[in-house]
Antibody, heavy 119, light 107 residues
Framework: EVLLLESGGALVQPGGSLRLSCAAS????????MSWVRQAPGKGLEWVSD????????NYADSVKGRFTISRDSSKSTLYLQMNSLRVEDTAAYYC????????????WGQGTLVIVSS | DIQMTQSPSSLSASVGDRVTITCRAS??????LAWFQQKPGKAPKSLIS???SLQSGVPSRFSGSGSGTVFTLTISSLQPEDFVTYFC?????????FGGGTKVEIK
């Protein structure tokens, strides 16, 4: 069974930093690209970033480019999202997801971790 | 960027009704279109990928169709557990983009 468990969400001040983690199990982690998707309170879904299975290729939404960095550690089967220069509008539940073979979040998602950016 | 326009944003229906939700892409995306269901406070659940391929374990009352720029999700006979929110996602090109969502409510 595929399990994804996010952690690291917290209340942080504007301009601050936070690192989210997503511990994966139940599949060969290095064989699959992974995504982060976020959802602001009461709003829709927004794709944030993804990373190839090898970790060599990354993609970002324009809204986070230059501020967020996605990475992964295959030895720990863990996905990360380093978030810097946080803004109020980054407030959201952040989900990690196991990608489909081609591209994009597929059928396995974590339960989400809440990031609140507020002074 | 490819814009995904999902309609309606909400709809009211009864148990047993047939409902259709539409997503329109601002440019052609072949069949790189997925549908997700989301219950309140929960992570999205994948229903359909490649526009029409039902995910394993998803009831057959759900179906998807379309290619290019217009896609539909149809629920043939609404069940009580289906009164939640649905999103489409295009994964043809970066940045990946979701539709705005459709909330299905009980009439």
């Amino acid at each position: 069974e595929v399990l994804l468990l996010e952690s690291g969400g917290a209340l942080v001040q504007p301009g601050g930093s936070l690192r989210l983690s997503c511990a994966a199990s139940g599949f060969i982690f290095s064989n699959f690209a992974m995504s982060w998707v976020r959802q602001a309170p009461g709003k829709g879904l927004e794709w944030v970033s993804d990373i190839s299975g090898s970790g060599t290729i990354t993609n970002y939404a324009d809204s986070v480019k230059g501020r967020f960095t996605i990475s992964r550690d295959s030895s720990k089967s863990t996905l990360y999202l380093q978030m810097n220069s946080l803004r109020v509008e980054d407030t959201a539940a952040y989900y990690c997801a196991k990608d489909r073979l081609f591209r994009g979040p597929g059928d396995s998602w974590g339960q989400g971790t809440l990031v609140i950016v507020s002074s | 960027d490819i814009q995904m326009t999902q309609s309606p944003s909400s709809l009211s229906a009864s148990v047993g009704d047939r409902v259709t939700i539409t997503c329109r892409a601002s440019q052609g995306i072949n069949t790189y279109l997925a549908w997700f269901q989301q219950k309140p406070g929960k992570a999205p659940k994948s229903l359909i990928s490649s526009a029409s391929s039902l995910q394993s374990g998803v009831p057959s009352r759900f179906s998807g169709s379309g290619s290019g720029t217009v896609f539909t999700l149809t629920i043939s006979s609404l069940q009580p557990e289906d009164f939640v929110t649905y999103f489409c996602l295009q994964y043809n090109s970066y940045p990946l983009t979701f539709g705005g969502g459709t909330k299905v409510e009980i009439k």
